[in-house]
């Protein structure tokens, strides 16, 4: 009994004994091992650190570049527009002439004033009017009567673009979501959409074949049709160009944006028609009783023709009203 416990006891010692001998043997070997891993680890971890540092710091120069980039465009885009607003504010007579869709040149109008200024004469010498105001009558059909007319057709023009850009400005878009490149789209509404959409599309295809880039063709249509919708226009694609982005993302929202001005251009004419229906009757009364007058009692009223006295009264009520008339019409003309 006491024999094999004394065996047992000396099996176990020689275990312990062996197994102190291997960890003493294996010990640095594991201690390296296990540094190495940890070292591996803050490898790592110092690499990812290291990547994700460069990474935001790419990102952060990225974000800075293309501020940079938009800043510029936006200086650029100041200088243009003052540059352009020379143009715009005061246009040349040709121009006024194309953008009315007249196709004449300045000497054809200016032969059509002068003659239209000569039958204002012979009618007023005929009428046996004196001759200071035959003068101004020819003054007015020459000078005033031509290029009112000129006006007139140029913002009756400008307001048919307005009604049908928004439309070309979805076909924009349309053609952009589908994959087709935008001077594609362009000569699509070019094709399509009705005038004057049409023909101003047309003269910026043209000025592409030209050698112009997009934004510069662009810029063309700003300085044919002078509108904020145009300015809109021209602007979003001029910064696309040079910054990139959503393209249509930018003209649908654009194209929001037109609507809704339309669509408050409308409100506001519907709410300022009693004081335009007001003004029109007050400046058509003075006009209607003269004439009830002239029918009912002609004697009483003709001193007002046959005497100098009267056509200077004449004169001065036709000057009053027409500056009473202008002041009403600023009053309730809204310009947004």
């Not at 076909?171 to 070019?190: E, F, H, Q, Y």
């Amino acid at each position: 009994m006491s024999s094999s416990l004394g065996m047992l006891m000396v099996v176990v010692l020689a275990g312990v004994a062996a197994a102190a001998l291997a960890y003493a043997i294996l010990q640095p070997r594991i201690a390296a091992e296990r540094n190495a891993e940890n070292r591996l680890n803050q490898y790592k971890k110092a690499e990812t650190d290291s990547a994700s540092k460069r990474m935001n710091r790419d990102r952060v120069q990225e974000q800075a570049r293309r501020r940079r980039t938009l800043q510029s465009s936006l200086k650029d885009l100041e200088t243009k527009q003052k540059e352009r607003d020379r143009h715009t504010t005061r246009p040349t007579m040709q121009r006024r002439l194309d953008q009315a869709g007249l196709s004449i040149s300045v000497r054809q109008f200016i032969i059509f004033s002068v003659v239209t200024g000569f039958v204002f004469l012979l009618v007023a010498i005929v009428l046996g009017l004196s001759l200071l105001l035959a003068l101004g009558l020819a003054v007015i059909g020459g000078l005033g009567l031509p290029r009112f007319v000129v006006d007139r057709l140029r913002k009756r023009r400008q307001m048919k673009f307005i009604d049908e850009f928004p439309n070309a400005v979805d076909l924009i878009v349309r053609g952009v979501k589908s994959g087709l490149p935008l001077n594609d789209t362009l000569r699509m509404i070019a094709g399509e959409t009705p005038e004057p959409v049409r023909s101003e599309f047309q003269k910026v295809i043209e000025a592409q074949q030209l050698g112009l880039s997009t934004a510069e063709a662009v810029e063309r249509l700003y300085q044919n049709i002078p509108l904020s919708e145009t300015n809109f226009f021209a602007i979003v694609i001029q910064i696309q160009s040079q910054a990139g982005g959503n393209l249509s993302e930018a003209l649908g929202n654009l194209s929001r944006v037109l609507r809704d001005r339309k669509k408050m251009k409308g409100k506001i004419q519907a709410m300022s028609m009693e004081a335009k229906a007001s003004g029109g009757i007050i400046g058509s009364l003075p006009i209607i009783v003269g004439v009830l007058v002239y029918l009912t009692t002609p004697d009483y009223i003709a001193v007002l023709f046959t005497t100098d006295i009267g056509r200077i009264v004449l004169l001065a009520s036709a000057v009053w009203m027409a500056l009473g008339i202008f002041t009403m019409k600023k009053m309730i003309n809204f310009d947004f």
